[in-house]
């Protein structure tokens, strides 16, 4: 099992930034994948940011250029740096950990961008 703790939301203007931070505990894979996904009221948890033990990184098209994720490992931590924000950011962001066919998701930490 492993439990994800999100923390970081909040309310930010557009053009703003705000960084997530979400810890992993429990029993922890050494070749694990974690990222972030994105529910906006009303519509389908959606794909963020994805971070592989190797490094490599993906983003939705939506999110390039103005979002990072990175990790410290010796933490189990992964990091959602958002910048340049958007109103239609506006969201429930969730860490999800993957391990083969495993994965576990974070309670989720809200979002919101002011116009």
């Known amino acids: 099992q492993v439990q994800l703790v999100e923390s970081g939301g909040g309310l930010a203007q557009a053009g703003g930034s705000l960084t997530l931070s979400c810890s992993a505990s429990?029993?922890?894979?050494?070749?694990?994948?974690m990222g972030w996904y994105r529910q906006a009221p009303g519509n389908q948890r959606v794909f963020v940011a994805l971070i592989r033990d190797s490094g490599t990184v993906n983003y939705a098209n939506s999110v390039k250029g103005r979002f990072t994720i990175s990790r410290d490992s010796a933490k189990n931590t992964v990091y959602l740096q958002m910048h340049d924000l958007k109103p239609e950011d506006t969201a429930v962001y969730y860490c999800?950990?993957?391990?083969?066919?495993?994965?576990?998701w974070g309670q989720g930490t809200q979002v919101n961008v002011s116009s």
């Open positions: 999800t950990y993957r391990h083969y066919l495993n994965s576990y």
């Open positions: 429990g029993t922890i894979d050494s070749d694990h994948s």
